[in-house]
């Protein structure tokens, strides 16, 4: 036994499902955190999450909220670029750190996370495959094209074993 007190799924609380919300929102805990938090086993979280709505509720709604204010934006910080400060530091004589310069640097925009962002925010717009219908008269089949190669000999000049060739 690791000595670590655990209790039973019968020490449920309702006042825990406000606490799992707000401890989900501000450090974005998972299961074994929030065990750890109440004092219980992992087990217990999920018995909890089956037996008691309102943890379940307030479990996702904390998670979400962390996701939107930290994830969201941080995702979107590196889509947009962003200024920060580096500091170099160095030991002193007296091994304390010293500090030896400070720079102002500027993350350029990543294009990947603006892709994930556009398509995530506007699928039906920045999706990677677009239909285009041909119009043609109603109930008529759609057409569809297929490029196999371009030739830039004169057809005379072709072999003669050229798909869609026209004899002349």
């Known amino acids: 036994m690791s000595g670590k007190k655990r209790t039973s799924a019968s020490s449920y609380r309702p006042e825990c499902a406000d606490q799992v919300e707000r401890i989900c929102a501000q450090f974005g805990a998972d299961d ?14 999920d018995r909890w999450k089956k037996a008691h ?82 119009g043609g008269a109603q109930g008529a089949l759609p057409i569809e094209l297929t490029i196999v190669r371009t030739v830039e000999q004169p057809a005379a000049e072709l072999p003669a074993d050229v798909p869609g060739r026209v004899r002349t």
């Open 32 to 45: 074994k955190q929030l065990a750890k938090f109440f004092g219980v086993g992992q087990r217990t979280i």
């Open 53 to 134: 709505p309102k943890f379940q509720k307030g479990l996702r709604a904390g998670k979400d909220a962390f996701d939107t204010a930290h994830v969201e934006g941080s995702l979107l910080r590196r889509a947009m670029g962003y200024a920060y400060e580096e500091s170099t530091f160095d030991t002193g004589k007296d091994g304390k750190p010293k500090l030896l310069k400070r720079v102002a640097k500027h993350m350029a925009p990543d294009v990947i996370a603006q892709i994930f962002w556009l398509k995530n925010r506007g699928p039906g717009r920045w999706r990677d495959r677009q239909d285009h219908a041909i």
